[in-house]
């Protein structure tokens, strides 16, 4: 599909934006102003812009440390990159945790960085907004450590109810940084309160979007909903920091060149979600599809649901020797396709090392694929990072899919020779990017 053309019959289309940490110094503009030129495109012109924390990155040091300095020029930017590609489209913008200065809840550093923000964006840090009949809230978060304080919360249950009573069976779009607790993949922390998470979740018509975990687009366990319930969707990482690849024992890709975005179009009650490579300016996949007043296509119920990946008859794999682990090329294994999930890429492997002549396991671990990739290739070939011992291995590789099924395994044979210990797996700052 050409997402550039806006399907004539949308009621409300809508980008989202999230994560994209753009610095005083620059580090992000490019990604920016392409993701800026790539949604002025759509034709005809997309109805708003819908930032979901982190755009802007209050940091004195490249890769960590502690802000003691609010700077202004990632706002300018951003305004330029507004005036310039989107004058006349409304923006809708939840703070995150990084526009706020980094490792730094002191409350008054953190009280100038919230008037810092109403100042340079010119709008409220909780907004209530109707486009098109549609309603749009965005919630605050309290300081740098992503807290949805008592206010805010207090605050967002009254517009959130005032917008169900108002919008008859249309969904009510409600945007912050942080993900509920338990809902999509990787969302382990408890940002709200019980009584919160559990209002945001109760209703069909609540449609939540979040960013804040940098999972790639292209995961279905970045949408979740609660059987008769809300629907959280996770907004991928859009420029400077690290992609997540949770289950493997890599835990984060390398910084790498990408940037994905989101593409809503609202027709009703009915909601697509495009996947969008902003890089390739292409759509990724097929898109999510909501219906806050019909059939519910990610609720827990599609793991049990969804079939064990499996590889090609006659699939042959091979293996080498290379330096930090052991170099695998074989043919993919492919996922049945879970209904609306667009899940047949497989995620992750699992590699089983046995000695020759032995049946118990030297060492077993997850290893990612390239499904975060615009254009995944039809081949794994990558250096498995592991430290074995020298000898004779026989290994087993199984294909995992995105709701953890395991595929049937096949076997390879290596030969370790120089027993070279694998690198280290660390970002140069842990917490340059906190993982709730």
């Not at 003691?68 to 930017?77: I, K, Q, V």
């Not at 100038?112 to 109403?118: F, G, I, P, S």
């Not at 293996?319 to 999930?341: C, D, I, L, R, S």
Request: proline share 7%; charged share 25%.
């Amino acid at each position: 599909m050409d997402f550039t053309q806006r399907s004539q019959k949308a009621d409300l289309s809508f980008a989202i934006l999230s994560d994209l940490h753009m610095t005083h110094r620059g580090e992000g503009l490019q990604k920016l102003s392409q993701y800026m030129a790539l949604f002025s495109k759509v034709t005809p012109q997309i109805d708003a812009h819908v930032f979901a924390g982190d755009i802007v990155y209050q940091i004195d040091l490249s890769g960590g440390g502690t802000c003691e300095t609010l700077y202004h020029e990632p706002y300018d930017y951003l305004n330029a990159a507004i005036a310039r590609y989107a004058p006349d489209t409304p923006v809708l913008y939840a703070i995150g945790n990084h526009e706020y200065p980094q490792h730094n809840p002191d409350p008054v550093i953190t009280k100038a960085a919230r008037a810092l923000w109403e100042e340079k964006m010119g709008m409220p840090l909780r907004l209530h907004r109707e486009i098109n009949g549609y309603h749009f809230i965005t919630v605050d978060i309290a300081d740098y450590r992503c807290a949805v304080g008592e206010e805010a919360e207090k605050w967002a249950m009254k517009e959130i109810r005032r917008a169900l009573a108002a919008s008859e069976d249309k969904p009510v779009f409600v945007v912050y940084h942080p993900p509920v607790q338990n809902t999509v993949e990787g969302s382990r922390g408890a940002c709200h309160s019980q009584k919160f998470a559990k209002f945001l979740l109760s209703n069909r018509r609540i449609f939540n979007i979040c960013g804040h975990l940098h999972d790639p687009a292209q995961s279905p366990c970045a949408i979740w909903q609660r059987r008769n319930g809300a629907t959280m969707l996770h907004a991928p990482m859009s420029a400077v920091g690290y992609v997540n690849v949770r289950r493997s024992r890599a835990g984060q890709l390398p910084k790498l060149d990408s940037s994905q975005a989101l593409y809503c179009e609202v027709f009703g009650s009915r909601i697509l979600v495009h996947k969008i490579d902003i890089l390739e300016g292409k759509e990724l996949g097929e898109p999510w599809e909501i219906d806050v007043q019909g059939e519910q296509y990610y609720t827990d119920s599609r793991i049990r649901a969804s079939r064990a990946p499996a590889f090609p008859v006659g699939t042959k794999i091979k293996a080498k020797e290379a330096p930090g682990g052991v170099a695998f090329t074989f043919p993919k294994a492919y996922t049945p396709v879970t209904p609306h999930n667009d899940d047949a890429e497989v995620p992750y492997y699992r590699f089983t090392f046995f000695r020759k002549g032995e049946d118990t396991p030297v060492e077993t671990l997850v290893w990612h694929a390239d499904f975060y990739a615009a254009d995944p290739a039809a081949t794994f070939a990558d250096t498995v990072k592991v430290s074995l011992p020298v000898g004779e291995y026989r290994v087993k590789v199984q294909p995992i899919s995105y709701f953890g099924k395991v595929g049937r395994g096949i076997f390879a044979h290596v030969t370790v020779k120089a027993c070279e210990p694998a690198p280290a797996l660390r970002l140069e700052d842990p917490d340059l990017f906190p993982i709730l």
